[in-house]
C-alpha cells in the first residue's frame, strides 16, 4: 500500500508565499500521478493541482498563475508553491496520487487520506 506525508504548511500574510511537500512512500506503481487537494470545515475536498509521472502539470481554475506544481527527479516527491496567497486559500491540504499513463494526470485516489497541512491566509 501507499502512504502519503505532507509538510510545509503555516500561517503568511495576504499576498504572500509558501511551499508544500509530499512525500509518498510503500509500494508506488511503476508510473503515477501525484496531486494537491484541499479542504476546510464543512466543505467538499476540492482539488487544487495535479502532476503527471512525465510531468505534466493541471490546475483548479481557482489557482491558476498563482500556485506551480512540481515533481522532485526521484518521483516520489511533488511540491506545491503557492503565491500571491489570499484568505480563500486557507484550508489543510491534503496530497495523494493514483497510477495511469505516465504523460497524463490522474487521482482515484489510491491512498488514504493522511492529516494534511494547514495553510492560513490572514486578511
Known amino acids: 500500500q501507499v502512504h502519503l506525508v505532507e509538510s510545509g504548511g503555516g500561517l503568511v500574510q495576504d499576498g504572500g508565499s509558501l511551499r508544500l511537500s509530499c512525500a509518498a512512500f510503500?509500494?508506488?506503481?511503476?508510473?503515477?500521478?501525484m496531486g494537491w487537494f484541499r479542504q476546510t470545515p464543512g466543505k467538499e475536498r476540492e482539488f487544487v493541482a495535479g502532476?503527471?509521472?512525465?510531468?505534466?502539470?493541471t490546475y483548479a481554475d481557482s489557482v491558476k498563475g498563482r500556485f506551480i506544481i512540481s515533481r522532485a527527479s526521484a518521483k516520489n516527491m511533488a511540491y506545491l508553491r503557492m503565491n500571491v496567497l489570499k484568505p480563500e486559500d486557507t484550508a489543510v491540504y491534503y496530497c495523494n496520487a493514483d497510477a495511469c499513463d505516465p504523460d497524463k494526470y490522474c487521482s482515484g485516489p489510491m491512498a488514504g487520506w493522511g492529516q494534511g497541512t494547514q495553510v492560513t491566509v490572514s486578511s
Open positions: 510503500g509500494r508506488t506503481p511503476s508510473t503515477y500521478s
Open positions: 502532476i503527471s509521472w512525465s510531468g505534466v502539470s
